[in-house]
């Protein structure tokens, strides 16, 4: 399975870095909301390959045989792969290149909650909360972990998916009219 998974996912994850980094140039011109579509999107596209990881495990070395159990653990291994250098990319892209990419989201976020018409105590609190996450941000662990959660649930999604489908139990051993298995 290994080399199955380390194939997979780091095409996956070749696929999905690539993908991002050129989607991130076209951020400005596209705005926020179309920009987190197209981020999604370029995310199922490379986590399909988890469905083809998971058949070739199962048909190359499995004999055309696979559980649930089985398939899903090599889906999801292939989803950590691909999301450890969708993770990668992102660090390396946001701290070298682009330290002020979020401001623009963070400043979305708090003329959301301003324009909200909530009462001005609530209002200054959630705007005090954008902030303090705003500042967190900053630090590259807890970006780390922001960045691991966005395409994380799309790859367990469609491991889940793929293993259901791509499952498949060995042929059933034939058995004679009196009920016993003969084989």
């Known amino acids: ?12 994850g070749l696929i999905v870095s690539v993908l991002m980094g050129g989607s991130l140039l076209l951020a400005d011109k596209i705005g926020t909301g179309h920009s987190m579509a197209l981020g999604y999107t370029i995310m199922v596209a490379s986590f399909l390959l988890i469905y083809f990881g998971v058949r070739s495990y199962r048909d190359n070395e499995l004999a055309g045989q696979i559980s649930f159990g089985r398939a899903f653990a090599c889906g999801i291994l292939i989803t ?13 892209l946001y701290f070298n290149f682009m330290p002020h990419f979020m401001d623009s989201y963070w400043a979305a976020q708090i003329k959301k909650v301003q324009a909200s018409g909530l009462d001005p105590a609530t209002t200054a609190a959630q705007v005090a909360e954008i902030q ?52």
Do not use: D
């Open 1 to 12: 399975m290994k080399k199955t998974v380390l194939t997979f996912g780091l095409i996956a």
């Open 80 to 92: 950590l792969i691909t999301t450890v250098c969708y993770v990668a990319m992102w660090e390396i």
């Open 132 to 183: 303090h996450s705003q500042q967190l941000y900053q630090n590259p662990l807890v970006n780390i972990a922001y960045t691991f959660m966005e395409p994380l649930p799309v790859g367990l999604l469609i491991t889940l998916i793929s293993a259901g489908v791509l499952r498949r139990k060995g042929p059933a051993e034939p058995r004679s009219a009196a009920g016993v298995v003969t084989a």
